[in-house]
């Protein structure tokens, strides 16, 4: 039996006889004896077989290759003082091999080496194709671990302090519109009908609460067609909870405690609580986005109402025609970013252009408040303009202002975009920190101009703000958490009344036919008695990838798919036979484009 994994060995375990299984990460032969680095998903721990000390073991030691499957019962010695590993849990410790056996060998070329993948930096579609190798490289083991670890701290939490129950929702259920596409299924006994699979629990965990389970939670699997991003896939698992007669202050003050629970026990960090906040508002106007990175300053600066008369047309017709003119100033940015990169075919241009807009107007704060510019800027600028926008951006010599004219939505995603790229560059962002806040108050609803008709901004069972009379312009009672400029999770309060909600149904343009159609089965729930409340969803795969450091999703997810939807390792999608279309009485009419003659 294993006495303990390879990764668990230290000094306290000198003399001890102790038996390992695992794969062989290296091999090296030094004048005879031979060292073999042993693996498992906890570490590796070198493992020693010598002619004279082990000559049981030797034979086989040199038949021994990389990623062979073997037994090791051996002694636990201690390594001579110029072979120790610091860098190794176990690198104090090595052990001799009294036995070896080879339980199954490599019969095939490996695609790449396990111990050397990140040095050799092999392909993701190489890596994703062969998963299960990569899964034994310690970078995704330790990645899994620390998944695991997560997912554990997230239950002792809930269940043993919180007094939350889990509850599984179905994942056959029926075609809702929360805002992306579904991924649908035939039915095969109820001919001519459809599954969809769940984008969210959203329903179910609301009907939970009508039924009065009161907390509840769930690491659910969710889908949702849409296209792919590094931090996105089509199945996706996410830490949904609910919560019955909590007010918002109470549901952002557990989750709190949450929060400082998984990285206090996952990371040892400490979070000072409570978490800043910052009204959906006040993140556009300072941030140009929804999910600031606050671990860096570059706040962006409204000189609208300096601007507005100017004769630089570009700055007083956004203004005129209901757009804003900002400013992103950046400290040393006059040494740091040349006119090249600013303009037609430089790289911070491409990024502003990227965004939206035509181009990028900027300012260099030179000695004495003295400005370099373009002429139609510094010409239509007059001393007091040019005093005031120097005294509300904080400009010092040094100082590069970039502008963003136009409306404001593009404005805000040009300067966003900006902001990072110059902070990422200059080097403003301090890795080390471990930055979360709430970002609250959100508006209810967007406009969609080209389906001339709101939708909801989160979904349509948030509650909207007793204090706004107007329901078109009102805030909801939503909040997200935010993790170093990462959205992680978002929830609100739920609407609870039936008249509330078919007023929400109806600003989104859901006659009262189709809201019984789709949500019918919801409306009624709610004529027997629901209670108010609340809740929210994290997105576990991001939350795993940020505190493993990495920087795509897929490194945070045994089998994920990639960008373009796909499993490399099984091949999936794949073609069906006729016979169980048939069955579903479904057809595809999808036809493949006809090959171009070679001639």
Known sequence: MRSLYCGQLRAEHIEKTVTLYGWVDRRRDHGGVVFLDLRDRTGTVQIVSDPERTPASYPVAEEVRNEYVVKVVGRVTQRPTESLNDKLPTGQVEVYADELIILNAVRKQMPFQVSTADDENVREELRLKYRYLDLRRDRMARNMRLRHEVIKAIRRFLEDTEDFIEVETPILTRSTPEGARDFILPSRVNEGEWFALPQSPQLFKQILMVAGMDRYYQIARCFRDEDLRADRQPEFTQLDMEMSFMDEEEILALNERLMAHIFKTVKGIELPLPLPRLTYAEAIDRYGCDKPDTRYALELVNVSDIVKDSGFKVFSGSVASGGQVKVLPIPGGNDAISNVRIKPGGDLFKVATDAGVRGVAYIRVRENGEIDTIGAIKDNLTAEQKQTLLERTGAQPGHLLLFGAGDVSTVNATLD??????????????????????????????????????????????????????????????????????????????????DVQA??????????????????????????????????????????????????????IAFPKTQQARDLLTNAPSSVDASQLKDLHVTSTFKPKAKENPS
Do not use: C
């Open 503 to 556: 007023k929400v149904f109806e600003t989104i343009g859901l006659s009262e036919a189709e809201a019984q159609d789709k949500f019918g089965f919801l409306l009624e729930a709610f004529e027997f008695g629901t209670p108010p409340h609340g809740g929210i969803a994290y997105g576990l795969d991001r939350l795993v990838m940020l505190l493993a450091g990495e920087q795509s999703i897929r490194d945070a």
């Open 417 to 498: 975009r900006l902001r990072q790229a110059v902070a990422q560059e200059l080097g403003l962002i301090d890795e080390s920190k471990t930055n979360l806040l709430w970002v609250t108050d959100f508006p209810m609803f967007e406009w969609n101009a080209d389906e001339n008709r709101y939708e909801a901004l989160h979904h349509p069972f948030t509650a909207p703000n007793p204090e706004d009379d107007e329901l078109t312009n009102a805030r909801a009672i939503a909040y997200d958490i935010v993790y170093n400029g990462y959205e992680i999770g978002g929830g609100s309060l739920r609407i609870y009344q039936p």
